[in-house]
């Protein structure tokens, strides 16, 4: 995605879209950052012992057979823990290079270490694992050993997959990974080991084999919305135009019609050319507030703000939908500050958003994900608050011309959509 300005000022006024602070850093947001600290550290006590300044960042490849685009995403947060722990130690001309990938991986029952997924076992949780490798300037491995994170937070790992899915709001988070281990099965499982727990046997109708069965589509298409389900009260559209007709305001997307999503090999697409521009409209029908997330090949759309907290860090990281009428609002595209966001354009691998990050984006895969929980501005449901887990207190920015911050209780992600988009 490249950038050009839109003006936000119909927005907040119009739409009532508001931001929320760090303060919903400890949540899932914040997953793979955490996860990557001691991978940092372990770099940096590397590079000492090899008498090294500085390192270079290289690409972080995903699952081919899930065609995802999270490597940007994770070049960025180990650049800034770097930058963090060493000021000025990355450094795009040192001889030295991290590089490394992210699997989606089934854990062995009774075990530590990630092992091949047994596809018939539904024992040990479905986790997913970064690993980086440091190289000399020969391409030689000079750890002794690979450096791995994992990430056990169900909601980012069903992002690093591009898998869209629906969590019960008051599922375990055990529950939740059950229902996500499904669902990646059901998306990479060979055909010859299927089972009816894991995905349909019935053949399709022109095949010549019992074994031979259709994809399992990931994620709902209800007529131009994508859904995680299809009853959900959540849901995503995609309006696209060229860039020759971009809309001067926010307010004016909502003229704009949406493209028509379509499964490919059961994943979910929308065709977009390179020089369209397009926005988000995002569905809310439910009965509570919603906190969105929102990534665009794994950097959130906040990735880029002028508004920043103590640490240089993103000050927020999603947007509040409220519930009522209307019951959608859009986001065109990246936030530079509370007037003004740059306009989502496609545009060629690596010369997009992404090129503001240390590394350029792979693949000629887009990845539009969007993450919806529950939030609150006043007292939280009981069977909520009896039930725990990981609900986080934000700040929003100002609605409407009020300088004034709005709080909000944020709980645990329940639905997850992902769109894909080829570049070609």
């Known amino acids: 995605m490249k950038f050009g300005p839109v003006v936000m000022k119909t927005a907040i006024l119009g739409f009532m879209a508001c931001f929320a602070s ?70 795009p001309s040192s001889e030295f290079t991290v590089r490394g990938r992210y699997d989606l991986v089934q854990k062995g029952e009774g075990t530590s270490d990630a092992t091949v997924p047994d596809f018939k076992s539904k024992s040990g949780p479905l986790v997913a694992r970064i690993t980086a490798e440091l190289n000399d300037p020969n391409g030689q491995l000079i750890n002794r050993h690979r450096l791995s994170a994992e990430i056990r937070d169900n909601a980012t790992i069903g992002s690093m997959g591009g898998i869209s899915i629906s969590f019960p709001p008051l599922a375990s988070h055990s529950d939740r990974n059950d229902l996500l281990k499904k669902a990646y099965q059901s998306l990479v499982i060979p055909v010859s080991v299927k089972t009816p727990e894991l995905g349909t046997t019935t053949p399709t109708p022109n095949s010549t084999s019992p074994d031979e069965v259709p994809p399992v589509n990931n994620g709902v298409i209800d007529g131009t919305i994508v859904r995680a389900k299809s009853n959900s009260s959540y849901g995503v559209e995609i309006l696209a135009v060229p860039e020759t007709a971009t809309p001067a305001s926010a307010g004016d997307w909502v003229e704009v019609a949406p493209r028509e999503p379509r499964y490919d090999e059961g994943q979910v697409y929308v065709d977009l050319q390179k020089k369209d521009v397009y926005a988000l409209k995002i569905h809310n029908t439910s009965s509570s507030d919603a906190a969105v997330f929102i990534e665009i090949d794994g950097q959130s759309v906040f990735a880029f703000s002028e508004a920043r907290d103590e640490k240089g860090r993103p000050l927020y990281s999603f947007y509040t939908i409220e519930s009522g009428e209307p019951s959608f609002r859009i986001v065109p595209g990246w936030h530079r500050n509370n007037l003004v966001v740059d306009s989502f354009l496609v545009t060629e691998a690596g010369k997009g958003a992404s090129r503001l990050a240390p590394a350029k984006t792979s693949g000629q895969t887009g990845m539009i994900i969007v993450k919806f929980a529950q939030c609150w501005s006043g007292e939280i449901p009981q069977a909520i608050a009896q039930r725990g887990g990981s609900l986080e207190t934000g700040f929003g920015a100002p609605v409407k011309l009020e300088q004034k911050e709005i709080k909000r209780t944020v709980g645990d992600v329940i639905d997850v959509v992902a769109i894909r988009y080829a570049r070609d």
């Open 22 to 91: 760090g303060g919903i850093v400890q949540g899932a947001e914040d997953a793979i950052r955490g996860a990557l600290r001691p991978v940092a550290m372990s770099i940096l006590k590397d590079l000492e012992d090899q008498r090294q300044d500085t390192i270079a960042i290289g690409d972080f490849a995903g699952p081919p057979q899930l065609n995802t685009n999270y490597g940007p995403r994770i070049t960025q947060d180990l650049t800034e823990l770097l930058n963090e722990l060493k000021p000025g130690v990355v450094d």
